[in-house]
């Protein structure tokens, strides 16, 4: 009797198959992915953000979107290169299936063309490579996670492909390296540079290297004092659990 009803109300529905699934409208957030341009990438930078894209992709949940912002010398010239919900049906069982606008197959197409889209995205940012002499990046955060901040925008996860070596008239590279971290943290939260994570997961990966020529490793005590800036500041900033590395 449940099949017949559902094959009733599927006729007077039209189907349901003729509406484009709302993919946006199963996700339950938001994921912000940063690419640090203010460096030019080399050969080592290109074969580890490739390796990071599937696992940056497989963390997605149906629905979820995944935005992509750059970041340059000045946070008002960071550019929106990629905004999308990831394709995908809920397994919410044989009735509910039957009667919902997704379809599986069309689904995992429209996966595949998200990935492809995606990866020629990201593809364009490697193959022209910039270098900027200031690099915004705290700046650069704190603007653009303002939308996420609730609702079904919702932050749930920011990825960063970054040296994390900050640039900038407010908090210099030879001041990062030296300032005892709660000290440039301090800065930074009185100039009203914070943003608002919401207990989202942070991931860095790029990070352990110096942006002189040769890109040599960052000398330890400048690695520990850089990275231990960034994760107050995204403690101050509500962040859940942090993860900061080279891969």
């Known amino acids: ?108 197409s429209d996966a595949v063309a998200f990935t492809r889209k995606l990866a020629e995205t990201l593809a364009g940012l490697l193959q022209r490579p910039a270098e900027t002499r200031f690099s915004d990046l705290f700046r650069t955060v704190a603007d653009a996670l303002r939308p996420y901040v609730a609702g079904p925008q919702k932050l749930l996860k920011m990825y960063m492909f970054s040296d994390l070596i900050e640039n900038s008239t407010l908090l210099p590279e030879r001041e990062l390296k030296r300032l005892p971290p709660a000290a440039a943290v301090q800065r930074l939260q009185a100039a009203g540079v914070m943003a608002a994570f919401g207990g989202a997961e942070v991931r860095v990966f790029g990070f352990g290297r110096d942006d002189s020529l040769g890109r040599p490793p960052l000398p330890q005590a400048e690695r520990q004092r850089i990275a231990q800036t960034w994760r107050l500041w995204f403690a101050a900033g509500g962040a859940g659990p942090v993860e900061i590395g080279f891969r």
Not at 16 to 44: I, K
Not at 54 to 78: F, K
């Open 1 to 108: 009797m449940r099949l017949a009803a559902a094959l009733v109300v599927l006729a007077l529905l039209g189907g349901g198959s003729a509406r484009a699934a709302d993919y946006c409208g199963y996700g339950h957030g938001t994921a912000v992915l940063f690419v640090d341009r203010t460096t030019a990438f080399d050969a080592t930078d290109k074969t580890l953000f490739l390796q990071a894209l599937d696992g940056l992709i497989g963390g997605l949940g149906a629905g979820d979107r995944l935005v992509l912002y750059t970041m340059t010398g000045a946070y008002t010239e960071s550019q929106k290169l990629f905004d999308q919900c990831k394709p995908g049906c809920l397994d919410n069982g044989f009735f509910s299936d039957l009667m919902s606008s997704c379809r599986p197959v069309v689904a995992r």
